[in-house]
């Protein structure tokens, strides 16, 4: 049969269609060479959300930490300080203590809070009744609300009608200003946010303690090693990548501890128990130095990023040489 239709059509127009439907996905938007499909365009709520509600304010805070903000006719009046904020820090002896106790405080819970969690994650999973019920009471007191932690353990630590003391008097010992002495105010709120937050531990722990194939006890046990030998050969190697993600979100969190010391001690007696976060909101709401409250917020930000840049770092290295 002969091909009757016209000059321009048949093969070449579906070539020529073809090519422009290629050309048409070649002007899909591309990023490093990637084109963008629904699946990216779906984020971009997600995106513009991080970028309004994070680095926006994360741009204001740099910015307020570099003037000195003031109220003035009903308005805030900002003006530029350059490095004036940083000398004022330098020189201000109640942040470094502040400082100095937040170090000491996040120090003694993350450690306290990473063995108290380990022992009983293996202590759970090795027994042989009532796990499951361990497993739920030991849970609680991680979802309680930190203000219903403090008012608990005020009523606890009270040192006129507080049960501990209560308990102390009734077996013969001296009763104990734990909130109001300079000695006891700081190991007891590190005990407070030990009990509260070692359940978090105690729960990422016992999930990698779950995933140890039983084949490397066993072989171990077939070749005599002691239960002891056990933990530190096998147990402990395989659970420090866990143990190390749990200390890096406790410190930073402790590094942000704010409610527990502040409706218990409010940084007392004197300074004992004054932290970075307690501080800057004194710096904020009652100094009403906003510029330099700023500026204490974004070191404290710094600091922990250059801590966990040097154990990054450190990893690295280490899994080199590995």
């Known amino acids: ?5 016209p000059a321009g059509q048949g093969t070449n127009g579906v070539d020529r269609g ?3 439907a290629g050309g048409s996905k070649r002007k899909r938007v591309r990023v490093f060479g990637r084109p963008l499909g629904f699946e990216h365009w779906a984020l971009l709520p997600l995106l513009l959300f991080l970028l309004l509600f994070t680095l926006y304010p994360m741009i204001e805070l740099v910015r307020m930490g570099f003037s ?10 900002w003006e530029f300080s350059g490095l004036d904020n940083f000398y004022t820090m330098l020189g201000d002896e109640t942040f470094r203590v502040a400082l100095r106790n937040t ?7 993350v450690a306290l809070q990473l063995i108290v969690g380990t022992l009983l994650a293996i202590l759970v999973e090795r027994a042989r009744y009532l796990s499951g019920l361990a497993r739920n009471v030991l849970v609680w007191p991680a979802i309680i609300t930190p203000v219903v932690i403090s008012v608990t353990w005020w009523l606890i630590l009270n040192s006129e009608f507080g049960l501990l003391n209560y308990v102390l008097d009734a077996v013969g010992l001296p009763q104990q200003s734990w909130l109001s002495s300079t ?14 937050w070692t359940p978090v531990v105690f729960l990422l722990v016992l999930a990698a303690l779950a995933s140890i194939d039983q084949a490397l006890y066993e072989a171990a046990r077939v070749d005599g090693a002691s239960e002891w030998r056990i933990f530190w050969r096998i147990t402990l190697p395989l659970l420090a990548p866990t143990l190390a993600i749990a200390a890096m979100a406790r410190t930073i969190l402790g590094f942000k501890v704010f409610d527990e010391i502040f409706l218990l001690t409010s940084g007392g007696p004197g300074t004992s128990t004054e932290v970075v976060s307690t501080y800057v909101r004194d710096v904020f709401f009652e100094q009403f130095n906003m510029g330099y409250g700023a500026f ?3 070191t404290i930000v710094v600091l922990l990023i250059l801590l966990f840049s040097v154990y990054g770092w450190y990893n690295l290295l280490r899994g080199r040489r590995g």
């Open 18 to 20: 073809a090519s422009s």
């Open 296 to 298: 204490l917020g974004i």
């Open 1 to 5: 049969m002969t091909d009757t239709r």
């Open 183 to 196: 000695t006891w105010a700081l190991p007891t709120l590190v005990v407070v946010d030990v009990w509260h």
């Open 103 to 109: 170090v000491i405080f996040v120090a003694a819970a």
């Open 68 to 77: 000195t903000v003031s109220p003035s006719r009903g308005e805030f009046a």
